[in-house]
Each structure stands twice: as structure tokens, then as C-alpha cells.
């Protein structure tokens, strides 16, 4: 679909029941390399989230951290990255925004 569709923004989860997130992001990436990647997932790791970020993605956000979501699709759609506040900080702040 996104190649069809070609989506300004993409929401994905690493965890998806036919193909994993980074699969997913790869393969949106190699016919859709115009949209923008977020990632909304339960996943804590600094590596996966290294990953997210190699394959292209611009946000990382923790499903904790949900109500994030508004900022980040914000500073996306602006181009820049966004980083899940719960993974630098207490989460009742806000997320990162900026490279990491």
C-alpha cells in the first residue's frame, strides 16, 4: 500500500502479526522513501531504537508514552526526530526532539 498510496507519514510497531516492524520499515522504505517512519512500540532497547533510526525512522515512541504522539508527528512533519520522552528522562515529561 504505501507504495501506491505514498503516505507523508507512516505509523508502525516492531512487534506486527505477518512481518516485524523493521521488515516492514525496510521494505516502505525501498518504495515509499519519501515517508516518514514512526515508531510506537512497547520495545525499551537502545538498540532497537538505534535501529529504527538507521533504517530511517524519525520518532521512537513508547506505547507509555502515547500521549506524546501529537509532538511527535509534529516535529516529524517538520523534519525532525523525536524520541520518546520515557527513554531519556522521567516519563511525565515531555519527548526529545533532535538527534540523539
Known amino acids: 500500500m504505501a507504495e501506491e498510496l505514498r503516505p507523508d507519514l507512516i505509523l508502525l510497531d516492531l512487534a506486527l502479526p505477518n512481518l516485524n516492524g523493521m521488515e ?3 521494505q516502505i522504505r525501498s518504495v515509499s522513501p519519501s ?3 514512526i515508531f510506537l512500540t512497547q520495545n525499551r532497547s537502545r ?3 538505534q535501529a529504527a533510526f538507521c533504517l530511517g525512522a524519525m520518532a ?3 506505547k507509555s508514552d502515547a500521549k506524546e504522539l501529537p509532538f511527535a508527528i509534529e516535529a516529524v512533519l517538520k ?3 523525536f524520541v520518546s520522552g520515557g527513554l ?3 516519563s511525565t515529561t515531555v519527548g526529545h526532539r ?3
Open 60 to 62: 521512537y515512541l513508547l
Open 47 to 49: 538498540e532497537m531504537m
Open 79 to 81: 523534519g525532525e526526530q
Open 88 to 90: 531519556h528522562r522521567p
Open 35 to 37: 515517508s516518514k517512519l
Open 98 to 100: 533532535g538527534l540523539l
Open 24 to 26: 516492514a520499515a525496510r
